[in-house]
């Protein structure tokens, strides 16, 4: 069995992207799966270019029982955000966003590993994007 992953998309605009996702536990969690793809997102309306990153702005967490680590995805991933177990917030970067700084090998998109879960345990995350695409 696998842990049971939804997710929404709230808005997928030509600038910015509002995602919805929600984890029940079955014990077995998960590490480093694809939560933002990229290439998933809409192109650019006007240029037609295809989404080849995000920046994060805000995210908005529930996390009952278990703590979330995302990551940017790329050859060897670097860490973009730790969120703790029992813990829900709203951290909003839009001052600035967090921009994806991972080095070689890197996708663009976003990654998830579950902390410490079982059974039971969920998730609950809202993540507003910016999204950035391919030159012209």
Same mark, same amino acid.
């Given at each position: 069995m696998a842990d049971a992953l939804t997710s929404?998309?709230?808005?997928? =605009? =030509?600038? /910015?992207a509002v995602l919805k996702y929600t984890n029940i536990s079955d014990g077995t969690g998960q590490s480093a799966a694809v939560l933002v793809s990229a290439a998933g997102l809409s192109a650019d309306p006007i240029t037609k270019q295809a989404c080849n990153g995000v920046t994060l702005q805000t995210i908005t967490f529930s996390n009952i029982g278990m703590g979330v680590e995302l990551l940017w995805d790329a050859t060897a991933n670097v860490p973009l955000l730790n969120l703790p177990a029992d813990w829900e917030d709203t951290i909003d970067f839009s001052a600035f966003g967090i921009p994806n700084d991972a080095g070689a090998g890197k996708t663009g998109d976003i990654l998830v590993t579950t902390v410490n879960h079982t059974a039971g345990d969920t998730y609950l995350l809202v993540l507003t994007v910016t999204? /950035?695409?391919?030159s012209v």
């Open positions: 929404q998309v709230i808005q997928d =605009g =030509g600038r /910015t999204k /950035t695409y391919a």
